[in-house]
């Protein structure tokens, strides 16, 4: 098939994704594929010099988490059935997330310290549980690939899409149903694949075989395709970007004008704008507020089970109205429980 005549360019993928507006001028291309059973798909985006030398790729089909696993043996490792295990050893996490104070905060740049003969360079965008995001990806030495997880937060802000070496994220919270993983990477890295990976790790296998080396998830394909073109009417990542901190800041002034009623979970300088989290003075008053919530048609409120309080998920799809909703709701039940009976 030809660049042209990708699936992804016949649902308007490349128009209705406005690659222009991203910075990614003339890059491209795609490839949704989905593997066996169940297991969630997962396609590529490879950017491309020039239109016809687009790679059309077809990775394994796994979700974001099992992703992370996957990631190193794209780069650094040359499995047997021996060794396999032994990439997993090779993995450092980078210190500076203080884990004391419950991962309140990314690490500020400074606390970074990198390895300039890394393999690549692994964060995560955003932090759904804690409700942390970084305001701009980390700088990794120099020749190092930054790799991201961007699941919880792809397309909801303009993104300078040429710091990345490899981006993947899951579909299912801002581009569409649970089923499809995007990932975009540069092409030049798929050379550093390693020989002799299992098919469903190998993401050369997949770039060769233009996204087709296993049947597509169309329809999970087609409705992503709808949610980009709506994000292009919208006005673009730009307009994304402005809606979505102007949803948060409804809930963060919340916050910070309740006179310490309600505690935010983040530092300010970490706080996202995806996944607002917070924290009432007791426990038996945090289920009150999910109750009355609830009762107001406002729900999922509950914090993550490991974390607890409150989580407010502002992905693309929540309108401004739905958020004001929450908002003066946060604002009319501090009053109610603060004003002496
Ligand atoms: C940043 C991030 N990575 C990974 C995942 C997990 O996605 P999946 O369950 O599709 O593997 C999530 C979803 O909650 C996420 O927010």
Redesign the pocket.
């Given at each position: 098939m030809a660049a042209g005549t990708s699936i992804w360019q016949r649902i308007g993928f490349r128009r209705s994704f406005g690659v222009a507006e991203a910075g990614w001028g003339r890059t491209l291309v795609v490839a949704g594929v989905s593997f066996v059973y169940f297991l969630?798909v997962l396609f590529i985006i490879f950017t491309a010099i020039k239109p016809q030398a687009l790679a059309l790729s077809v990775p394994p089909t796994?979700?974001?988490?099992?992703?992370?696993g996957l990631i190193p043996e794209q780069f650094v490792f040359t499995p047997t059935l021996e060794n396999f295990g032994s990439v997993f050893s090779r993995i450092m996490t980078v210190g500076g997330q203080p884990e004391a104070t419950g991962f309140d905060r990314v690490p500020a740049s400074g606390e970074l310290q990198l390895d300039p003969q890394a393999a690549y360079l692994h964060f995560?965008?955003?932090?759904?549980?804690f409700g942390t995001q970084w305001a701009t990806a980390p700088e990794p030495p120099k020749g190092v690939p930054l790799v991201c997880?961007?699941?919880?937060?792809a397309f909801s802000r303009p993104l300078d899409i040429a710091r990345y070496g490899v981006i993947y994220?899951?579909a299912?919270?801002n581009l569409g149903p649970?089923g499809v993983?995007l990932v975009v990477m540069r092409k030049e890295l798929l050379e550093r694949v390693p020989a002799g990976l299992p098919s469903v790790l190998d993401y050369k296998l997949m770039a060769e075989n233009r996204s087709l080396y296993n049947t597509p998830p169309c329809f999970a394909i087609y409705v992503t395709g709808l949610v980009l073109a709506w994000l292009r009417e919208q006005g673009g990542l730009a307009a994304a970007g402005e809606r979505n901190a102007a949803k948060a800041s409804l809930v963060y002034e919340a916050i910070d004008g309740s006179d310490g009623f309600y505690r935010g979970h983040a530092e300010a300088s970490s706080r996202s704008l995806m996944n607002v989290t917070w924290r009432l003075p007791t426990e038996e008053l945090e289920r009150r507020f999910v109750q009355e919530a609830a009762a107001a048609h406002l729900v999922e409120l509950k914090g993550h089970r490991s974390v607890g309080g409150i989580r407010a998920s502002l992905y693309n799809a929540m309108s401004l109205a739905g958020v004001q909703a929450l908002a003066d709701f946060m604002w009319a039940f501090a009053d109610a429980e603060r004003t002496p009976a």
């Open positions: 969630p796994l979700s974001p988490t099992s992703l992370f995560t965008s955003n932090n759904t549980i997880d961007m699941s919880s937060d994220a899951g299912q919270k649970a993983t």
